[in-house]
């Protein structure tokens, strides 16, 4: 039998945007901010990993908002090894956002990995998801990251049209590929242009 | 972690390999780690210093020999490994290392991370399935010693509850659950030799040997996957009592027998008959899969297949019956994990498995199960039908068809692997897989030098270069790799298909050179005035056309798939349908025409040679004539009339979906990536990656698309909204012309009926205020969605 070797992502479950496929794709944007109508947008900030007590606020978020549970090792293996990988969303000194990432030579490229992204239940739809993300692939670029790659759960509506959005294209089904049985889809975004695809071992 | 992005300030190490996962079994020593390990982990093995060799995770045949104790004996064994309390030590250590600092060990890597389990956390410690107060899960021994299960005079009630919780393990493990976490959660499993009363007995022994047979033919046919099947389990357990898989239909019916003559004297004999058609039904799956198994020593497909055919369909008449009848069995508790109340122990190897996170075990409900085996043995029915299938061109369609009806059942699956390449075997004997691709290009589009009773076959140079190519199509494996491509699930089909798709292009090209020198020796032969052979060898496109044939089945195949396996954001969706509309389709379309025309141009010839040329008798091997007969049947002439106007339908829906996708995006519709990282030139490049090796069809760039699109979206978005509605008219139209439509095609005549209104709707200007993206809904046809207005 062979280990799940990479991390697993998921974003934003199901029932942060109901019926989002359905939204008038103009007014998107003022959807997205304008939540629930009379509250007023929350500012949001942006900052990288600094020190151990941020690595318990990022625990709990992803433990929250993710099915698939991380050992303490995991944490430390991503955001020890590439602190500069991993962004938080603030609203106060409430951690309400969270991307961890590695960028690594693999088969001969240079690949990113988006190893979990959650944002808080209360706090979506506001983009941070978008924020965090963009601030991770723009480093992996400095980085000169060839690809950036994840997986996510097929019913997992948002967070592909997250990865959609963003240029990401769905290359491959993973079936019963978390716990829970259920398939991955994984995601992969080509900075560079296609040199001649290596074989990809699961 | 030597990361190339590891920074310098990197202070911290990872710890104590997987020491959480070892401890919970074995107790191994902790190295040093930071508090936020599992503070649980007090007593270690210390008459040895710790090094990787002797930490429980590496070593085998520690592992083995931890697995290989029944489980919840060994903490109890504490003295046994004289355990010494590191505590202090431990705490002392502790104290130099700065908060979040780790002591790492070299091999330590993400793998081992992930693999760590944190004990007391609900989602990786299986143990915390556990209540403080629960008894380990009870062995077969000492649920005997309790009294908690019985070995003799059970009723019909606790007979049934055990058979039908056993069949619902059987399907739970058919889904790809371990065996030991289904199956062998049944106590009874675990020694039926030792059971008394001979009904459960002789089942029992039948499941273990069903289990054993089903296995060798799923690695036999080898189309599984680790999502799909797990191969392994406790062989300890298996091994345990000698399978003696032909002794066993012989068992089972002894047993009715004796049930049968015993329910003579009984005035209500209706739970006694239900044990009854549970034995009789196993006795019937049983052999059917057993004898598919026997099958490769058999002497002809067709006898062997006919009597798999035969169990099964009894099989299938007993499953109404015993489906009726559930409800006389015992019932699981309602909460419980527990299949059934007696003979089971779910977590008895809870202990014994991977050292992961544990992965949820759902047991299928009775109901489910059932008709889960009744689905299977109706798919195993029609599998018996490939023999009939003896060239490619037709086995493939059936493997395609078969695939899409039962890609998900893995034994389903095996199963037809298995008939199918014995069969192939048995009728084309010694070279089986070369005659078979010989005659299968004979049957697609008869070339003149494979018809055994046309002289030029006799040809040796002619020989000696059809048997270099057939000898390249075998060593290349391509088309038979086709057909073993279609058994996998769904999901791997299309990464082994980009791949196959790169082989085409050796064969097209050895295909192509074998068409050239027949047209060569054409010439050869006229001048040496052999009208005959030169007419027989002249204009040949017969391989290139039937290797292309394939290949472009193969792109397509791969193409649609992607919407099944939903790969395609909506934005991809034009150039997705732009291909196949501009130009597979067509490929296919003329690939089948032109063949048709070669067909009919030869029926003609020789028509006219046997009007003036008394037929001289060739040689060839007798069996090899046959195929020659269908042709004087004058049908064969367009024989794959309803094949091209499928494709003429799929063209159209093609050109639907790629216009209706384009006046969308126009009309400001379709939302599409706005990222500065998005690239759409990188995306198609990806997207058709896998064509880019071929000759033939040669890439399409970019650019080129770019052209072709910038051109299509030229007219106002009401025209092309226009447009699109006239290509599913037109769909609508070849589809409605069809004789006797099969499901498949008047699922596609819904759709571009649909698409049409919605279409038109849209071309005359409806919610033009609202810019909607439309939904996209597949539940029909896996190709192609039904365009939804909201």
């Known amino acids: ?40 947008i929350p500012q949001i900030d942006y900052s990288d990993f600094r020190e151990e007590s941020q690595l318990l606020s990022v625990k709990g978020l992803i433990d929250r908002e993710l099915s698939e549970p991380y050992s303490i090792y995991t944490y430390r293996y991503f955001i020890y090894t590439w602190p500069h990988l991993c962004f938080f969303a603030r609203h106060g000194d409430k951690y309400v956002g969270v991307i961890v990432c590695k960028l690594e030579p693999h088969g001969g490229l240079k690949r990113g990995y988006i190893a979990m992204l959650a944002v808080d239940g209360a706090y979506r739809r506001l983009k941070i998801g978008t924020t965090l993300t963009e601030k991770a692939i723009d480093t992996m670029v400095l980085g000169e990251a060839d690809e950036i790659v994840l997986e996510t759960e097929l019913t997992n509506r948002p967070a592909l049209r997250l990865y959609d959005s963003l240029g990401f294209i769905r290359e491959k089904r993973l079936k019963r590929y978390y716990l829970n049985g259920a398939d991955a889809l994984r995601l992969k975004l080509f900075l560079k242009e296609p040199i001649y695809e290596e074989e990809d071992v699961d | 972690m030597k990361g190339v992005g590891e920074p ?92 979040g600092e780790l002591a790492q060990d070299m091999l330590f890597g993400l793998f081992e991370a992930m693999s760590a389990i944190e004990i007391m956390d609900p989602k990786m410690d299986v143990g915390m399935g556990f209540d403080k107060y629960d008894l380990p899960p009870p062995s077969f021994e000492a649920a005997v010693t309790m009294g908690a299960i019985k070995l003799d005079d059970l009723t019909s ?48 022994t039948s499941v273990r040997n069903l289990i054993v047979i ?6 036999t046919a080898g189309v599984n996957e680790e999502e799909d099947f797990q191969l392994y389990g406790n062989s300890a357990l298996l091994a345990a009592e000698k399978a003696q898989p032909s002794a066993i239909t012989g068992l089972l019916k002894e047993v009715e027998d004796e049930l049968v003559r015993k329910c003579k004297q009984l005035t209500a004999p209706e739970d006694l008959m239900a044990v009854v058609h549970r034995l009789r039904f196993m006795r019937h799956l049983y052999q059917a899969i057993y004898q598919v198994e026997l099958l490769s020593v058999a002497e002809s ?61 759902k047991i299928r409900e009775r109901p489910a199960s059932f008709q889960f085996l009744e689905e299977m043995v109706g798919r195993f029915k029609y599998a018996c039908k490939v023999i009939r299938h003896r060239d490619y061109y037709s086995a493939l369609n059936f493997f395609i068809e078969y695939s899409r009806k039962s890609g998900q059942c893995i034994l389903s699956r095996s199963f037809l692997q298995n008939l199918f390449t014995t069969g192939i075997r048995l009728v084309h004997g ?108 002249k204009h040949s496109t017969h391989f290139s056309t039937w290797v292309l044939y394939n290949c472009f089945r193969a792109m397509l195949i791969f193409l649609m798939s992607g919407f099944e396996l939903e790969l395609y954001a909506v934005h991809e969706f034009l150039y997705i349908y732009w291909y196949p509309y501009e130009f597979l389709v067509g490929f296919l379309v003329s690939a089948l025409t032109r063949t048709e025309n070669i ?61 209706a996708m384009g006046a969308l995006t126009k009309d400001g519709r379709i939302r599409l990536p706005t990222s500065k990282f998005d690239n759409e030139e990188i995306r198609y490049n990806r997207r058709f990656s896998p064509f880019v090796p071929l000759t033939s069809p040669p890439p399409v760039s970019y650019a080129e698309f770019k052209n072709i699109r910038d051109h299509m979206m030229r007219p106002s978005v009401e025209e092309l909204y ?58 029909r046809h896996s190709y192609f969605p039904i365009i939804k207005l909201k």
């Open chain 1, 1 to 40: 039998m062979t280990e799940r070797i990479e991390a697993k992502i998921s974003v934003e479950d199901e029932k942060a945007s109901i019926d989002s496929e359905s939204e008038i794709i103009e007014s998107s944007k003022n959807d997205e901010l304008m939540k629930e109508g009379t509250q007023s």
């Open chain 2, 8 to 99: 310098t300030d990197f202070q911290a190490a990872a710890a104590a390999t997987a020491t959480a996962a070892a401890a919970a079994t074995a107790g191994c020593a902790a190295a040093k780690a930071h508090g936020e390990t599992p503070a649980d982990v007090e007593n270690c093995e210390t008459d040895q210093d710790w090094n990787v060799g002797n930490c429980g995770f590496m070593d085998t045949d520690w592992q083995q020999k931890i697995r290989s104790n029944s489980a919840a004996e060994d903490i109890t064994q504490f003295p046994l490994y004289a355990w010494v309390n590191v505590t202090k030590d431990f705490h002392n250590a502790c104290s130099e290392l700065v908060p």
């Open chain 2, 157 to 204: 009630a606790e007979l049934i509850g055990i058979f039908d919780a056993l069949f619902a393990c059987v399907v739970s493990w058919l889904e790809g659950n371990s065996m030991d976490q289904v199956l062998f959660t049944c106590l009874y499993l675990h020694a039926p030799s030792k059971i008394k009363d001979k009904a459960l007995r002789v089942f029992c």
């Open chain 2, 214 to 219: 089903i296995k060798n033919i799923i690695v």
């Open chain 2, 301 to 361: 497909a067709e006898e062997g297949v006919n009597e798999i055919y035969k169990s099964l369909n009894v099989a299938a008449e007993l499953l109404p019956l015993i489906r009726r009848t559930i409800d006389r069995g015992t019932q699981p508790v309602e909460g419980s994990d527990t299949p059934n109340p007696m003979g089971f122990s779910p977590r008895i190897h809870d202990r014994s498995q991977p050292p992961t996170f544990p992965r949820s075990i």
């Open chain 2, 430 to 537: 010694k070279q089986s897989m070369k005659q078979f691709l010989k005659y299968s290009v004979q049957i697609f589009n008869s070339p003149p030098v494979l018809n055994p009773k046309h002289p030029v076959a006799n040809d040796p140079k002619v020989q000696q270069h059809l048997d270099t190519f057939f000898r390249y199509c075998i060593n290349m494996n391509t088309f038979t790799q086709f057909i073993r491509i279609c058994g996998f699930n769904r999901a791997r089909q299309r990464d082994k298909l980009a791949r196959l798709i790169e082989n085409f292009d050796t064969i097209q090209v050895d295909a192509a050179r074998l068409d050239s020198l027949m047209n060569l020796m054409a010439n050869e032969r006229a001048l040496e005035g052999n009208e005959l052979h030169a007419t027989a060898l």
């Open chain 2, 599 to 659: 067909l009919l141009a030869q029926e003609e010839y020789a028509e006219h040679q046997s009007k003036i040329q008394v037929n001289g008798g060739g040689g060839g091997a007798g069996k090899n004539r046959k195929p020659a007969k269908p042709k004087k049947n004058k049908k064969q002439q367009r024989p794959y009339r309803q094949e091209i106007v499928y494709y003429h339908a799929l063209l159209s829906l093609c050109g639907g979906m790629y216009k």
């Open chain 2, 722 to 779: 226009a447009f699109a509605a006239k290509h599913f008219d037109q769909a609508r139209n070849v589809l409605e012309s069809m004789q006797n439509p099969e499901q498949e095609m008047l699922d596609l005549l819904q759709i571009a009926r649909t698409n049409f209104v919605v279409m038109n709707v849209l071309a005359q200007g409806h919610q033009k205020g609202l810019k909607r993206q439309p939904e996209f809904d597949f539940s």
